[in-house]
């Protein structure tokens, strides 16, 4: 797991990458139901799971969602959350569009996941954050160096627009480079993504 | 910043005193001006006499008419100046005038006083160029050693710096100058023309609230000036626009007045220009700006290139309108520093030239 | 680094970053510093390079706030433009328009104009150095270029082929010298390249004016910081040539030929 402080928003970060995930549809069960029961009873609940749920395969590289986690903390500083929480907000980071809807459905846990990434965004005191994912999430906690060997390159040409840009042209055939350039990419439209047009 | 070699000053004292005529009518202003240049090096202005074509609010000066005014005005002026300065057209050494740029029609109106006045006496001529006339003037006023010129008025925007014997032009309008777009916007909304749109404008800006959203169009070291003053133009027909509003209205409605277009159009356009120029001096290194041209009186536009300037511990140089606005004298003095090396132009050659970039005088009197 | 300023609570995020970042220049624009964005205990710690666009007094405090985030936003889309059409630039790590900020990819290496050496008269950086990471110019043009294991004639072609595929996407640099053209240095990891940095001032044209404009700016450049480069500068057209094709260098080549008699720009109007 990693885990580092970001004391300008005076947070701590912590990223897990898990395999062998069995409950992904449990999981998002639980993120629907927690969503929708009233508060105070639903507190308890919504705080359990108070985490960003994100598909790995639409990962290119840990720097991805470095970025995307970034730019969800510099809007949630600027009161300018799209989405209700910051842990939301990096799923939104991570789309291209402003469609919530879609963010959630392209790069939110769903039912076929056998692998996740788990995020929280947490205030520099919280304890045992690897323990509160273990009782969430069924799966082997693995490094995150291992997010390459996950990375579904075709569908994040897909969701990015890259298909057909002259710079895949010059780099086709290697493949060592094309991935490298398709994640600068990548992450830069994440970066950028408040002020595309 | 690379050391530079002290070189020596091509312009050496004068072994005795030495007079110049000079004589301005590129636009609307008729100037006639004497000045000396003493045995110590010293300049001084004996006379500086001006007369100014002011047409009705709402209209331009045409080339026709200007010159007519000219040609009207000349020999007044001129006698005004002598008399002023007390020396006779004997004691003058050269008779100096605006070769370009400027509106054809108006300067070879002043060109001909020139050329008549030179067979009458039998005095050499020295046609000069009007902005280098601005740059020389403002530099002995002002005392500024090596600044950064940003050149402003009704026919020209540049920023200059001068590089071995040149008034290098490092920036410039791409279209229109900035006294052009604020005299034609005052134009628009009406202003008197007495004593100038330019002064009327900075006036109603003075009481200008609102800062509207213009387009700011800055090149790397250039600005374009024709769209701002088309969007400027365009608020005098949004629904919100008050040509005359009453008291009501500016405490409560949300309205758009003259005063806050004039504003916005300053704030904007003066921003626009304190950028070029800050540009001009990071590139070069110099701490040191000069304003000159007739929007150089602005104040406002002073007081922004003096934060600008302050924040790098910096200095603004500018004058006040005897100088900024055209006149005779800046032509005598860039005219007789000319004179001086050994420059003199020809009765054949002493033709206008409407077109006359800055860069292409030889600054001879300059190491 | 300097050590982490305690957190002031009203304090912008971004500008406490940057209080905790090493400086690296002041422009007449912004203030650029190296910075880490992301702290990591695994790895070691990627830097980035931080454009700070500071508030300008002089100016009305909307139009200031206004001009800023629209010029951080141009910037960005400007090197996303490159980044998709293959322009080797500075990937974008971190954006906050707000505060004026932009957080790109570092570049660890050299300037094209420390490569060639200059000590001619200085009309190219307008940045003053602030900290003793100097390129020092007294190595001779080859044996600075030899680690890079390329001949300057290559570097020329280099450069001619990115401003190229820069033109070919309409991206006009507004700016091009030999300071804004890195070398990074080689690693076994990664190709050498040539990358553009700044864009500062660019903008998007289609029109070969701009093109022939930002040609004219670079050739300028060379001549004033590099004497006697007008060997190399003819290496750079060649490049630009073949990329563009001939029909393009055609027409971008004549208006060139025009720009240069003009000399700096259209004749005045009195």
């Known amino acids: 797991m990693d885990s580092y402080q970001l004391p300008q928003f005076n947070r701590d970060i912590h990223i897990a990458l898990l395999k062998n995930v069995s409950n992904a549809s449990q999981i998002r069960s639980r993120i629907i139901i927690a969503a929708s029961i009233p508060s105070p009873q639903g507190d308890a609940e919504r705080e359990a799971i108070n985490f960003a749920f994100i598909d790995p395969r639409l990962l290119t590289s840990a720097l991805h969602i470095k970025t995307a986690i970034y730019q969800a903390l510099l809007n949630e500083h600027q009161a300018s959350l799209r989405t209700k929480s910051v842990h939301s907000e990096i799923l939104w980071a991570l789309n291209p569009n402003n469609n919530i809807t879609e963010a959630i459905r392209r790069f939110g846990v769903s039912d076929s996941c056998t692998s996740l990434l788990i995020v929280r965004i947490s205030s520099p005191d919280l304890n045992d954050v690897e323990a509160k994912i273990k009782s969430i999430v069924s799966g082997d906690i693995v490094p995150l160096s291992q997010l390459e060997t996950l990375t579904d390159w ?34 830069s439209s994440v970066a950028m993504k408040t002020v595309m047009q | ?91 003058i050494d050269c008779i100096c005038y605006t070769k370009g740029p400027g509106m054809g029609a108006p300067l070879v109106s002043v060109a001909l006083v020139a050329r008549t006045l030179s067979l009458l ?120 626009f008050r040509i005359d509003p009453t008291t009501d209205e500016l405490n409560g409605e949300d309205i758009i007045t003259p005063a806050d277009l004039c504003f916005s159009l300053q704030e904007t356009v003066f921003a626009m220009l304190v950028e070029i120029t800050e540009r001009a001096m990071a590139h070069i290194g110099s701490k040191e700006v000069l304003i000159v041209g ?19 511990n910096g200095q603004v140089f500018a004058t006040d309108e005897r100088f900024c606005i055209d006149n005779g004298i800046m032509i005598a003095q860039a005219g007789l520093l000319s004179y001086r090396m050994g420059y003199t132009t020809p009765l054949v050659e002493s033709t206008c030239t409407q077109r006359f970039r800055t860069d292409e005088v030889h600054v001879a009197w300059r190491a | 680094m300097s050590p982490t300023t305690p957190l002031n609570p009203t304090s912008p995020p971004t500008l406490t970053l940057i209080s905790n970042s090493t400086p690296v220049a002041q422009g007449a624009e912004a203030k650029v510093y190296k910075s880490i964005l992301h702290p990591s205990r695994e790895g070691s710690p990627v830097s980035i390079f931080v454009k700070y666009r500071f508030t300008k007094q002089y100016r009305h405090p909307t ?88 001949s300057q004639d290559t ?64 050739e300028r450049a060379f001549s004033s910081t590099h004497p006697d480069s007008s060997a ?39």
């Open chain 3, 155 to 218: 570097l020329m072609s280099m450069i001619g082929t990115e401003i190229a595929k820069m033109h070919l996407a309409d991206v006009i640099h507004g700016d091009l010298t030999t300071s804004n053209m890195m070398l990074p240095f080689p690693s076994p990891s990664h190709l050498t390249l040539l990358y553009l940095v700044d864009f500062g001032l660019s903008f998007t044209s289609p029109l070969t004016e701009d093109k022939a404009v930002d040609l004219y700016v670079l």
């Open chain 2, 294 to 312: 007739g929007v150089g009186c602005n104040e406002r536009l002073q007081e922004m290139m003096g934060v600008m300037a302050s924040e790098r």
């Open chain 2, 1 to 91: 910043m690379p050391g530079r070699l002290r070189k020596s000053n091509p312009l050496k004292k004068p072994d005795r005193p030495y007079y110049a005529l000079g004589l301005e009518g590129s636009a609307n202003k008729l100037g006639a001006g004497i000045i000396k240049h003493a045995e110590d090096g010293s300049s001084s202005v004996l006379s500086n006499v001006r007369h100014t074509y002011i047409t009705p609010p709402g209209e331009g000066f045409l080339p026709r008419d200007t010159a007519q005014h000219h040609r009207e005005w000349a020999l007044k002026v001129i006698k005004d100046a002598l008399k002023q300065a007390g020396i006779a057209m004997r004691d």
């Open chain 2, 121 to 240: 006496f039998n005095k050499p001529l020295v046609g000069v160029n009007h902005c280098v006339g601005h740059i020389e003037m403002g530099r002995e006023i002002t005392g500024a050693q090596n600044p950064v010129v940003l050149y402003v008025s009704g026919g020209n925007t540049q920023v200059i710096a001068y590089s071995r014997q040149c008034y290098r032009i490092f920036g410039e309008t791409l279209d229109i100058a900035v006294g052009n777009c604020l005299d034609r916007f005052a134009r628009v909304i009406n202003l008197s023309n007495d004593p100038s749109p330019g002064y009327n404008i900075e006036q109603e800006a003075k009481k200008g609230k609102r800062l509207l959203p213009l387009p700011y169009s800055t090149k790397g070291m250039d600005l374009s000036l024709s769209g701002i003053l088309t969007a400027t133009e365009a608020y005098t027909t949004d629904k919100r």
């Open chain 3, 63 to 150: 139009l200031d706030t206004n001009l800023t985030r629209a010029r951080v936003a141009g910037e960005a889309r400007a090197l996303m433009k490159c980044l998709r059409s293959g322009v080797n630039v500075p990937g974008i790590r971190m954006v906050d328009a707000s505060e004026g900020v932009l957080g790109t990819e570092w570049i660890e290496g050299k300037s094209v104009r420390a490569l060639l050496g200059g000590g001619a008269d200085d009309e190219g950086d307008d940045d003053e150095l602030l900290e003793d990471g100097q390129d020092t110019q007294e190595l001779l043009e080859e044996d600075t270029l030899k680690p890079f294991g390329l």
């Open chain 1, 154 to 187: 075709a569908t994040i040409k897909k969701y990015y627009k890259l298909n057909g840009e002259p710079v895949l042209e010059e780099v086709a055939g290697d493949t060592q480079r094309e991935r490298a350039v398709l994640d600068n990419i990548v992450v």
């Open chain 3, 232 to 270: 190399l500068f003819a290496r750079v057209l060649d490049a630009y040539a073949k990329r563009v094709g001939e029909k393009e260098w055609g027409v971008v080549g004549r208006r060139l030929d025009d720009v240069r008699l003009r000399g700096r720009k259209r004749s005045m109007v009195g």
